[in-house]
């Protein structure tokens, strides 16, 4: 019979007063007999009794470094933490788990498999507040209960689903009732298996055979827990692919900190740091070049560079990451299609697609074909799938003679109209003739649509101007085949954006253009019955070309919309002759319209893609400006979206790798923003040749960015515009300088005034390249204005303003000033206020008062120990700013950075939520205080319960915030004076 775990008394801290016991806080008996069998039989005999065995224990097992139960490693607790060994040799603790069960739960880890700060960092959805609220005492008591189940990871040498995959290989059973960790502690067999990229037992074992004979007296469960636990950590590689002798040797600097104590080996400093660092884990090998490949780069930016190094391995070895087939060729995506329609077939003859709707149809389908039955089935089963109810299909058939004579054995309520003309133009009429609803959409048979392509083109036509939208139309490798037409004054017609991948920064944004060139086109139906469609061309590609320009001539506008996405084939052209001919009746036909078009010249259809725009702007940012990054990012993002908004072309050119995913940018940019994804100052050059002369105007945000791409702005010069340049500050990070030294308080003001002219000089050295400078505040443009520069405007906060809540139906506090490194003010920021104001809020506030971090975090910035103060909410991912400064109390922000409120408070200030800042400026719209622990303790304090000064605060913060007009037309003079040439 297998002896129950037994409590053992050791549970004094205030955390365990519950009814729950973690199941590390228990005394094991049948584990712990059969562990130490030897030291029971030498020590003491035989002990029969559970609770005798638990007194051996305490008074003479745990003594000699044994554990009391299989998830807690006396031994290696004691040498991971020296100052517990140090306490235990001194007398003030017994043994580590005493040690742990009084205080050291709270924050460190008891088993050398399991880490509380991968737990945390890994899962954002828990923090230590929440789960003492379900009376969890730690990460560690959470996950054996149910984060093992949950499919969770404990550490970075443990990943489940690689456990997993290494049992099934052995042919051995996965208990999914008890969670990989349990199984792998307490199987043999199973604790030998390899369990992430980062460690290869079979591999240690080889190089090691001693270990094995170390796992078979049991001092070992395995080859992992000898690497992670054995007193000679520097002694011993992980796997073939690192090499603790050649790290160390190649970098002293580590050897230096793993032998003061500072880290455990060279394998640990190169996980956390050496990959980002470029260092090289063996000799002989190209890892660094693998790591500057540009997704690698991404993982690194993203905190994930160890990722990085696990997929390197992985493809070392040839497993875990599979090799992709050889792509197919597009006979191949032909055929498949085909076989597709053959094997629906029976399905559509025995249920007929069936397009009755009742009333009156919100889109009006009209497909001409003749002899193009599969096609035809392709596009109706696509529209089938697709539709809502309110959709009329007209098919124009010209006399077909395949099974589109017997068209009505497939489908139900569709309109057939037979006709023996075989002109396009005239099928076109012909169905527009029968067509009921407002919209019409036009499509070639064989194009399908896919999902959510006719909402989207919907929502695209009901733009001001606007009389049909046309489609990303992708072949069926889902790479481009048309993202619109670009029509030269010659008459020539260019297909724009062909071969290009399905929304790549150059086809993934709306436009206004000059044509599309087939595949589908959502027409106003007033607007399609009020032009004159020509009959008289033959080309496939013309025909269309001719009814998008007979469109525009009418006055209407041609938007491109990438949502508006089908999948289609190209039609046969015409013959050279043919096409020549047409190319002259274009040009003839819409003579007034193609005058001042561009002539047709290697890379102008770059420039001639956007027809109408008041101005073309590049904007050179340092990162991609999403709102959800915060600070100066997200200022950025409002400039773009106000000029885009304000019928601007807007190209957005990172110099720093992306890391911001597609959804990122689609949800916060419009939908009419160009992003290129990478475009370092190398690249640059590159990027401005083959958009010559497509920008009006540069927008530059930054000096230290202006500082990095000048040279490059002087050698394009060709390229680019004579005026236009704008230089945005975005805040002066010399300032910013300037007030983390100042705070310090080690230098005298004059010291202090020297360095800050100095890095001002430094920050704007290339400035006087730009026609204008803008700063966000007066006092910056002073500072700028003091260098000689008088072209200098001041450009505040976009304004926002969101729904009016009241002091009641508000809770809590929420810090959301984004931590762009740890060095950062915004970092000692939160440090400040978890070490030395939490804590006197603690006093002062109830106890269900939470403090929400919302902070934009930068990659290896680390807020595990942060998370750990109670009253912090778990993120769960990045939360939405609005909401929370609709729902919250207060704001906390104490450092006030360049003499201006930081762009978080002052968007809060929009939705009248207070701020509590440092300082003591009473025209602040905020409330300043001294920046003292205790007085900014009591100021939140005071803010959050008194609601007559809350309304009072946040009633000044809602009157400093301007209108939109007004930020409008100062973005726009700002531009166009920089546009303006001043002659003597």
């Known amino acids: 019979m297998v002896a129950e775990p037994i409590s053992h008394g050791l549970l004094a801290a205030s955390e365990f007063s519950g009814e729950h016991i973690p199941l590390w806080a228990e005394f094991d008996p049948s584990w712990y007999r059969s562990r130490y069998a030897q030291a029971i039989a030498d020590m003491a005999g035989t002990i029969e009794d559970d609770q005798e065995l638990l007194g051996f224990w305490r008074h003479h097992g745990a003594r000699h470094g044994h554990s009391p139960n299989r998830l807690f490693d006396e031994l290696w607790y004691r040498r991971a933490n020296r ?105 043999p067999k199973a604790a030998s298996l390899r369990t992430s990229w980062y460690f290869d037992p079979a591999w240690y074992l080889s190089k090691n055979p001693a270990v094995e004979e170390l796992i078979a007296s049991g001092e070992y469960i395995g080859p992992l827990h000898h690497y992670l636990s054995n007193d000679a950590p520097t002694a011993f590689n992980p796997h073939p692919y690192f090499s603790e002798s050649f790290y160390n040797e190649t970098y002293p600097d580590v050897a230096g900190i793993v032998q003061a104590g500072g880290l455990r080996n060279g394998y640990e400093h190169f996980l956390n740091y050496g990959i980002a660092e470029g260092r090289q884990p063996i000799g002989g090998v190209d890892f660094a070049e693998y790591s500057r490949q540009p997704g690698a780069l991404r993982r ?170 046309g489609a990303q139309l992708l072949k069926d490798d889902l790479h481009v085949l048309a993202a619109g037409a670009v029509v030269f004054r010659d008459g020539n017609v260019q297909i724009y954006g062909e071969g290009l991948p399905s929304f790549s920064p150059e086809v993934g944004f709306t436009r206004i253009c000059d044509a599309f060139a087939g595949g589908a086109l959502l027409c106003d139906v007033a607007a399609l019955r009020a032009v004159e469609i020509d009959i008289e061309f033959e ?55 193609l005058r001042c078009n561009p002539a047709g010249a290697p890379k102008m259809e770059v420039r001639a893609r956007s027809i109408g725009s008041k101005m073309r702007i590049l904007v050179l940012a340092e990162q991609i400006p999403l709102h959800q990054r915060g600070g100066r990012l997200a200022r950025t993002a409002d400039i773009v979206r106000t000029l885009a908004v304000d019928g601007m072309q807007v190209t957005v050119c990172p110099i720093q790798d992306c890391d911001a995913g597609l959804l990122d940018r689609v949800a916060d940019l ?111 443009a002073g500072l700028v204005r003091k260098l000689g520069y008088d072209n200098v405007s001041v450009l505040g906060e976009a304004p926002v303003s969101g729904p009016e809540r009241d002091f009641a139906s508000r809770s809590g506090l929420v810090f959301a000033t984004p931590i762009y490194s740890e060095a950062s003010a915004a970092y000692r920021d939160l440090q400040w206020l978890m070490r030395e104001v939490f804590p006197r809020l603690d006093r002062r506030l109830p106890p269900d008062v939470s403090v929400a971090i919302a902070s934009h975090l930068a990659p290896h910035v680390d807020l595990t120990e942060i998370a750990r103060y109670r009253r912090v909410e778990p993120s769960g991912g990045l939360p939405d700013l609005d909401d929370l400064f609709s729902q919250r109390r207060v704001l906390l922000s104490p450092s006030l950075y360049a003499e201006a409120l930081p762009y978080e408070a002052q968007r809060a200030a929009g939705f009248g939520l207070p701020t509590v800042m440092g300082g003591e400026d009473s025209e602040a719209p905020c409330l300043s205080v001294l920046l003292d622990p205790e007085h900014y303790a009591d100021a939140v304090a005071r803010l959050y319960q008194d609601e007559k000064l809350w309304r009072s605060v946040s009633e000044k913060a809602r009157a400093s915030v301007g209108d939109a007009e007004t930020y409008r037309r100062a973005l726009g003079d700002i531009l166009r004076n920089a546009r303006v040439r001043k002659e003597d």
């Open 670 to 780: 419009p939908d009419n923003v160009e992003v290129i994804e990478t475009c370092d100052p190398a690249q640059l050059g590159v990027f401005l040749d083959n958009r010559a002369q497509s920008f009006d105007a540069v927008w530059i945000c930054g000096g230290s960015v202006l500082n990095r791409v000048s040279y490059y702005l002087h050698e394009r010069a060709y390229a680019l515009p004579t005026c236009g340049f704008v230089l945005d500050t975005s805040g002066l990070d010399a300032f910013d300088r300037y007030l983390q030294e100042r705070q310090k308080g080690k230098r005298d003001e004059r010291a202090l005034t020297d360095m800050l002219e100095a890095d001002l000089q430094v920050e704007l050295h290339e400035a006087w390249f730009c026609q204008a400078i803008v700063t966000r505040s007066s006092f910056e």
């Open 539 to 593: 080309d496939p590609t013309f025909r269309w070309v001719a009814l998008s320009l007979a469109l525009r001539q009418s006055g209407g506008k041609l938007l491109y919309d990438p949502c508006f996405m089908v999948v289609g084939a190209r039609q046969k052209r015409a013959s050279e002759m043919q096409i020549r001919q047409e190319r002259v009746m274009l040009r003839q036909r819409f003579a007034s319209l």
């Open 300 to 469: 690194i930016r993203q905190g994930r560079a160890s990722e990085i190094f696990a997929q390197w391995v992985a493809l070392q070895e040839g497993g875990h990451f599979e090799v992709p087939p050889a792509p197919m060729h597009a006979g191949q995506y032909a055929q498949l299609s085909a076989s597709r329609m053959e094997a629906i077939l029976p399905l559509v003859v025995r249920t007929p697609l069936d397009f009755s709707f009742v009333g009156t149809p919100k889109i009006s389908v009209i497909i001409d074909v003749r002899n193009q039955f599969p096609g035809l089935l392709r596009s109706l089963t696509s529209l089938h799938e697709s539709r809502r109810g309110d959709v009329q299909v007209i098919i124009v058939d010209a006399q077909s003679g395949d099974e589109t004579a017997s068209l009505e054995d497939y489908v139900v309520g569709v309109e057939i109209v037979r006709t023996p003309h075989r002109k396009q133009g005239l099928l076109w009429q012909l169905g527009i003739a029968h067509a009921q609803a407002a919209a019409v959409l036009l499509l070639e048979p064989g194009t399908t649509l896919c999902y959510g392509a006719l909402t989207a083109a919907c929502k695209s036509l009901g733009k001001p101007g606007v009389v049909a939208v």
């Open 83 to 187: 100052d517990v060994e140090n306490g235990i040799r001194i007398g003030i603790f017994e043994f580590g788990y005493q040690h742990y069960c009084e205080i050291g739960f709270r924050a460190r880890s008891g088993h050398w498999l399991f880490s509380e700060e991968h737990y945390f960092k890994c899962n954002p959805d828990l923090t230590l507040s929440l789960l003492q609220q379900k009376n969890y005492r730690n990460g560690y008591d959470h996950y054996l209960a149910i984060g093992d189940r949950e499919h969770r990871s404990s550490h970075r040498f443990f990943d489940p689903d690689i456990f997993r995959s290494s049992l099934f290989e052995k042919r051995l059973p996965y208990e999914e009732n008890i969670g990989a960790f349990s199984q792998f502690l307490c199987s």
